[in-house]
């Protein structure tokens, strides 16, 4: 291979989610010194130029960034070998301590989970921290949207086949004047939004989203203004297409490092649950098969192992 071949397949190995560690081990690891301050001169998105002392220098973000790129496969196979509730739990304290930017990760826990599953992650949760779920949503969480994640994350859902139709009917009627009426009365402050929200089952909420199409002639989704709780209707009525919206927006290459991270949760936690679905669903929205964009973007051990999830979950 030619030097300038190898120069671009190793800028290549550091572009992208993850790194191409092969490609660093047979290529750049044979560089003699004059190779490697060529390879420098020749990225000036990963090098700057001293000009004064002359010599390149790595630019600081960029290490800083190919620090978590480094990581990536290593985060994914600790994440897969989790129990499903040690990982549930952990994914909330970690949104917990990044903010408001990360409270959909609560979202997701507490709304695309089962009875059972949400139940065993505030069990690990408690083992792990010596707090309950709740306890640290509602100490951590001062904005609006505290009531409305504190009562998801407490649910214990109905999982059963009924649906009572006339009462989703008139649920239904409930959400669309809260929404019509949000102006004088906020969401996050209607208790009965809230309730229907985080006791309903499943099922019943998705029959609720059906009447309210009928009344309205749009999605629930489409009419809430409040990000939480477009989420929420998103996570319990069309999961598969939330989490390809979400992995959509993490396999873009620009996007933060926060971002690019939804790309292992929602690999991870969904391998064993609905990823054929999901796979459907991506290719529906976006033209692309997942495995394919996720050969495209990612790199190395990292991009193996998630095709391996894709591939194993149907």
Request: proline share 2%; glycine share 4%.
């Amino acid at each position: 291979m030619a030097f300038n071949q190898e120069l671009e397949a190793v800028t290549q190995a550091f572009s992208g989610h993850g790194v191409d560690e092969k490609s660093l081990v047979t290529l750049l690891g044979k560089w003699d010194p004059l190779e490697r301050e060529s390879f420098r001169k020749k990225t000036p998105h990963l090098f700057s130029e001293d000009h004064e002392r002359h010599f390149q220098r790595w630019d600081d973000q960029y290490v800083r960034l190919l620090k978590h790129e480094f990581v990536r496969f290593k985060n994914a196979v600790v994440l897969w070998t989790m129990h499903p509730w040690e990982r549930d739990a952990r994914l909330v304290k970690e949104a917990l301590k990044k903010g408001p930017n990360e409270y959909g990760v609560l979202i997701e826990v507490a709304c695309t989970r089962s009875s059972e599953e949400l139940l065993g992650a505030r069990k690990a949760y408690h083992s792990l921290f010596d707090h309950s779920i709740e306890e640290d949503v509602a100490s951590h969480i001062h904005g609006i949207e505290r009531k409305l994640l504190v009562a998801l994350l407490s649910a214990y859902r109905y999982e059963g086949t009924k649906v009572k139709d006339d009462t989703a009917k008139s649920e239904a009627k409930t959400l669309s004047n809260a929404i019509k009426n949000a102006h004088k009365k906020p969401l996050n402050e209607d208790d009965e939004v809230i309730r229907i929200l985080a006791t309903r089952s499943k099922l019943h909420i998705q029959a609720v989203c059906k009447h309210y199409k009928e009344i309205s002639g749009k999605n629930l989704d489409e009419d809430l203004d409040d990000l939480r709780f477009k989420e929420a209707v998103q996570c319990l009525c069309t999961p598969q297409i939330y989490f390809s919206k979400v992995l959509n927006a993490a396999l873009k290459i620009d996007v933060d490092k926060n971002t690019k991270k939804s790309l292992t949760r929602v690999i991870v936690t969904r391998a064993d649950i609905d990823m054929k679905d999901i796979k459907a669903d991506y290719h529906n929205l976006y033209g692309v098969s997942l495995p394919q964009k996720v050969e495209e973007v990612a790199r190395g051990s990292y991009k193996d192992f998630l095709l391996n999830l894709i591939v194993r979950g149907g």
